[in-house]
């Protein structure tokens, strides 16, 4: 499972059963961290996640950035709320993919305008799932689990 985590909304996504698409499942709207993390945990147990991954932008250097200690620290809340190992994942080019996606399925202008967060997160998920098992024919993807 991987989490978008954002100011006002919380994109989640699923994989597939066997671990190879990635699949957009809801968007939570923000409350608190400890809401949130509550919120997260269960949709986790629900669906038999096995690993739960929590999108953390990181700069040209691979460091985190100033945003990402929305993401530790939500990471650190659900940890707080599930023995399920919780792993944060770089999810730079999320947004723009999801938009990108938005604009390739027709989506309007207006609605591309902020509600793609759970596209972004399967974005996340989908990095994650190419990096563990290899990217699907004719992709190209040079993310690795080395740091995970």
């Known amino acids: 499972m991987a989490v978008d985590p954002g100011e ?3 994109g989640i996504a699923l994989s597939d059963p066997s671990s ?11 409350v608190s961290r400890a809401v949130d993390a509550a919120s997260i945990a269960q949709l986790a147990i629900e669906h038999e996640a096995e690993r739960i991954l929590v999108g953390q932008a990181l700069d040209d250097e691979d460091q985190p950035t100033p945003q990402s200690r929305r993401a530790y620290r939500l990471a650190a809340a ?3 709320q599930t023995r399920i190992p919780v792993v944060l994942w770089d999810e730079s080019g999320s ?6 996606a938005g604009i390739a399925l027709g989506v309007s ?3 591309r305008g902020g509600h793609l967060d759970d596209i972004a997160a399967t974005y996340i998920l989908q990095t994650y799932l190419d990096a563990r098992n290899g990217p699907v024919e004719g992709q190209t993807n040079t993310r690795s689990l080395a740091d995970e």
């Open 20 to 30: 190879t698409i990635a699949n957009p499942l809801t968007v939570l709207k923000h």
């Open 109 to 111: 202008r207006r609605k």
């Open 78 to 80: 659900i940890r707080a």
């Open 95 to 100: 947004t723009q993919a999801a938009q990108f």
């Open 8 to 10: 006002k909304r919380i």
